[in-house]
């Protein structure tokens, strides 16, 4: 007997996935030489797996400003803010996190999966009700799990699911409080907030965004699905990350509601870990600034979203629902997907297989990001591999993609 014993399925499946080549749960890069390349096993890949929307991780600003405040501020802080106390970065990075969003306040938690964990379990007490989408990411399910509130699912993306199980709870105490996203990370979805904040509104209900997959990608200034719907003013939090657009580490909640700096002292998550190093801060600083200087970050990002969904469904696969930065290939089963991914890496392209059960409906997925700095060849590039292997596999039809792979298979990537 090992206290292992209990992983027995799942090193069945970590076994089956390292055959007949790279197990794709152990992926080492040697190298991430730009926003769109990398080495794997002394390889050059093409990335596009990355949620690095707008390639911002090699931004010469950011870099600059990290490696200043490393030099001033040292490499951590060891300790986190209500113990250790605030650095001057933190307190004006928040002042900048509300301007941006046009709220009275801001807190930055030290990952955004506790920005989700700390905001929702330190709002929803014992009488609350918490309503969740249920494709939800796992951050926000962990929230439920730290929460004492009632938890209630509702039918993915679906306002009247919402509304009808928000109506059954008519006369009970306790606030009622919707969670949901903006860009749902594994389809790439759009959350209907328009009929969301409705529901909102009409219910009495309080509304969190976590635009952890759309801040930088949607709406005219790069303020998400909140944004690009309307319907900020109905939000009451917006949560997300700094580990996807602004290319660093680290989440922030921001809301105008007066109080929230109470959860300064109540978020567990915020309270009991260390505060983000300075140099960090510094890099997410200059990279919300290039946000606001240049809008044709996210315009570029969501053109590169739709070159390559418009290619792929164009060929015959079968896609998550809309075009987006997130492109999802439905794949038949858990091992044709496991091997399309491996055909797919030797061929030269890097995207990240996602398998139930971290996906929705139990789906077998090959799914991939762009970002803003993908050029147009690069892109077909991606859609030539993919179509290649498809076919091979039998997949796709070979006529539906013929002229555009012959075009795109004259392209190869730059020499090592
Ligand atoms: N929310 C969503 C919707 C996410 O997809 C993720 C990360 N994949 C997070 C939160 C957590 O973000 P972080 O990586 O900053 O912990």
């Not at 909102?200 to 005219?220: C, N, Q």
Request: a neutral charge; hydrophobic letters at 40%.
């Amino acid at each position: 007997m090992s206290i292992f014993d209990k992983f027995e399925d799942i090193r069945n499946i970590l076994a089956d996935l390292s055959q007949g080549g790279q197990n794709p749960l152990e992926v080492r890069f040697d190298d991430i030489r730009s926003p769109v390349e990398g080495t794997v096993d002394g390889k050059r890949v093409l990335l596009f797996g990355t949620s690095n929307y707008l390639g911002l991780t090699f931004d010469a600003d950011c870099i600059e400003a990290g490696v200043q405040m490393l030099r001033q501020c040292g490499t951590g802080t060891t300790g986190s803010r209500i113990a250790n106390g605030t650095y001057t970065g933190h307190a004006s990075l928040e002042k900048q996190l509300a301007k941006f969003y046009g709220k009275r306040h801001a807190m930055v938690f030290s990952t955004g999966y506790q920005a989700n964990l700390g905001l929702i379990s330190a709002l929803a007490a014992r009488e609350d009700h918490l309503f969740i989408d249920a494709d939800s990411h796992a951050s926000i399910y962990d929230a439920c799990r730290l929460s004492s509130a009632e938890i209630i699912r509702f039918r993915h993306n679906d306002a009247n699911d919402l509304a009808r199980r928000i109506s059954r709870l008519k006369g009970k105490p306790g606030s009622r409080i919707i969670v949901t996203e903006g860009i749902y990370s594994m389809l790439g979805d759009t959350a209907p907030l328009r009929e969301i904040a409705t529901v909102k509104r009409e219910t009495g209900a309080y509304l969190i965004v976590d635009e952890a997959h759309s801040m930088g990608v949607l709406g005219a200034h790069g303020r998400g699905q909140c944004e690009a719907a309307g319907v900020e003013a109905d939000v009451d939090f917006v949560v997300g990350t700094f580990s996807k657009s602004l290319g660093a580490m680290g989440g922030f909640a921001v809301s105008d509601l007066e109080g929230f700096n109470l959860l300064r002292v109540a978020a567990r998550p915020y309270m009991f870990t260390a505060s983000l190093p300075p140099s960090i801060v510094a890099t997410v600083s200059a990279a919300l600034k290039r946000i606001q200087d240049d809008p044709s970050l996210g315009a570029r990002v969501r053109a590169n979203g739709q070159r390559l969904y418009y290619g792929l469904e164009k060929a015959g696969f079968s896609l998550g629902p809309q075009p987006n930065p997130v492109v999802a290939v439905k794949m038949p089963d858990r091992d044709t997907a496991v091997t399309f991914w491996k055909y797919l890496l030797a061929e030269g392209v890097y995207l990240n297989l996602a398998l139930p059960p971290a996906t929705p409906g139990s789906l077998a997925l090959l799914r991939s990001s762009v970002n803003a700095q993908h050029s147009d060849e690069q892109i077909d590039f991606a859609i030539a591999a993919i179509c290649r292997v498809g076919r091979r596999m039998g997949l796709i039809e070979a006529a539906r993609f013929k002229q555009p792979v012959k075009q795109a298979e004259k392209l190869a990537l730059p020499a090592e």
